[in-house]
């Protein structure tokens, strides 16, 4: 596979101790409670399963996958919900665990449709964060790291749906 891989923003190694960090940090903050993970497919996939081995709480997973009709790189805002929750979350702690945050379009749109159902909380955890890109405010809870705005591969995150399996994040190399 000759991957379009151009500079590694976040290796491997680095993913596992910020994931690990994270896991902690999450367990702590919901002791004693069972929260949902909401995880958005499909690029979600990779950091919600190292995610939740670094859990010492109990919780329950859930999927919802949207289409944000995307052109190739870029974000629309129109959010259509292709498969919703399998789970009632009403009373629920619920987490949503995302890949990416870029403009902040999708999920403000996904955390005001699951904002209508109840639940107790809800925060979010992102494993990265394009803030310089924001288009709308999003309370971010969890974050793993930022990245500057470049679009990025890897580790969940594809190009045209292809890439998600590589290990790190690295930056899309463009044609030349
Ligand atoms: P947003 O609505 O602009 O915040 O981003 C919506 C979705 O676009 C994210 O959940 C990702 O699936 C995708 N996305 C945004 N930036 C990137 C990137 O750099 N690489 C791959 N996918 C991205
Ligand atoms: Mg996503």
Redesign the pocket.
């Known amino acids: 596979m000759d991957a379009p891989v151009g500079e590694i923003l976040i290796t491997e190694e680095k993913i596992r101790e910020r994931v690990a960090q994270l896991g902690k940090e999450i367990s702590r903050d919901y002791k004693g409670k069972i929260p949902v993970l909401v995880n958005?497919l499909k690029?979600g996939i990779i950091f919600l399963s190292d995610l939740v081995r670094e859990m010492e709480v109990l919780h329950e997973i859930d999927f919802m996958s949207v289409s944000?009709y995307?052109s190739q790189t870029e974000?629309t805002?129109v959010v259509r919900i292709l498969a919703d929750l399998s789970i009632n979350i009403e009373g629920r702690d619920v987490i949503i665990v995302?890949?990416?945050?870029?403009?902040?379009?999708?999920?403000d749109y996904i955390r005001h449709i699951l904002q209508a159902r109840r639940p107790k909380s809800l925060r979010i955890c992102t494993l990265l964060d394009?803030r310089a890109r924001r288009e709308v405010a999003v309370p971010l809870d969890y974050v793993g790291f930022e990245i500057p705005d470049a679009?990025?591969?890897g580790y969940g995150?594809?190009?045209v749906q292809k890439y998600r399996n590589l290990p790190y994040v690295a930056v899309l190399k463009a044609n030349d």
């Open positions: 958005i690029g944000s995307n974000s805002g995302e890949d990416i945050v870029d403009s902040g379009l999708t999920l394009k679009f990025v591969i995150l594809d190009y």
